[in-house]
């Protein structure tokens, strides 16, 4: 099936959300996915750091299966706010969107699909008994602290901002001390860290994957460098509803296959290559059995 975007802007009271609703080819109502990204992201997942391209590799491999997605600009990826706001904020926007795409008289059942610290936000509105699925991709299953911590054992300084490259090495220290520091400071709520991090670090999914009642995909790269796979054992565990849990091989956090050893190195590289098409084809295929059988 071909998809027809069209602009849709979501209301919410002085930071309306804007995004783009795909809907696939033929009557309506269409099973629908409300699709959310990681970090200061815009509707395709786009960061400054690199162009992800998970919005509309996403949107095309839904529509392809029939199913409708809502995808939007991260609150504040754009401008000065992003530093105040945090997790709050940023389901309360998650919860919005999905209110107002299941509003729509030609949208049928919803589901969730989120990436890393998307994926908290999906797994939370997992919760709600609107919500028919959820697709968790590299989705944390410990502590933010514990995620943060560990995932910084393969930064090196060139993974930090200049001026804390330049701090290091004045004072002869290594990328772990400084996020060790960071840590700390966003423990004790520094404001002078963004609000986003200090709420992450104190941040525990256990209470709201204990409440999850909508069935889960949950999928990670056995290469992830950001998540550690074996979070998806605890998923499985926490979770009450039916879970998949499923850790894909070869994939890295940027959705990305890489045959070598991983390394954050390959980043670059990996973002001029495509979003694996198995692994859009894999949530496609599971998000048509949840949502939509007789399209299956």
């Not at 949107?59 to 990826?77: P, T």
């Not at 001390?177 to 104190?202: G, H, I, K, S």
């Not at 074996?230 to 045959?259: K, M, Q, S």
């Amino acid at each position: 099936m071909r998809e027809a975007e069209m602009e849709i802007e979501i209301e919410r009271g002085s930071a309306p959300l804007a995004g783009t609703l795909a809907l696939p080819d033929g009557e309506g109502p269409h099973p629908a996915a409300l699709l959310l990204w990681a970090g200061r992201a815009d509707r395709e997942g786009d960061v400054r750091a690199g162009a992800l391209g998970l919005g509309r590799a996403m949107a095309e491999g839904l529509a392809a299966r029939g199913i409708a997605s809502y995808r939007y600009d991260r609150c504040g990826h754009a401008d000065a706010r992003w530093r105040d706001l945090g997790f709050t904020e940023h389901r309360a926007a998650a919860t919005a969107a999905l209110t107002a795409l299941g509003a729509r008289p030609d949208i049928g059942p919803v589901g969730v699909v989120g990436h890393s610290d998307g994926a908290l936000h999906a797994m939370g509105l997992a919760a709600r008994p609107d919500v028919a699925a959820a697709v968790l991709l590299a989705c944390p299953a410990r502590s933010g602290k514990q995620v943060y911590l560990d995932s910084a054992r393969h930064w090196t300084t060139a993974d930090l901002p200049r001026r804390n490259r330049l701090w290091l090495r004045l004072r002869g220290r290594s990328a772990q001390d400084q996020v060790q520091r960071t840590v700390a400071r966003a423990e004790a709520d520094d404001p002078r860290l963004p609000r986003l991090l200090r709420d992450f670090v104190r941040y525990d999914p256990a209470a709201e994957l204990v409440e999850v009642r909508a069935p889960v995909l949950a999928l990670t790269g056995a290469k992830d460098l950001t998540v550690d796979p074996a979070d998806l054992d605890r998923i499985a565990e926490l979770v009450p509803g039916p879970v998949v849990a499923r850790r894909v091989p070869d994939l890295t956090h940027l959705l990305r296959r890489d045959p070598g050893d991983p390394s954050r190195e390959d980043y670059r590289r990996q973002l001029a290559e495509p979003v694996d098409p198995g692994l859009v084809a894999e949530v496609a295929d599971w998000l048509c059995q949840q949502l939509a059988p007789a399209v299956a």
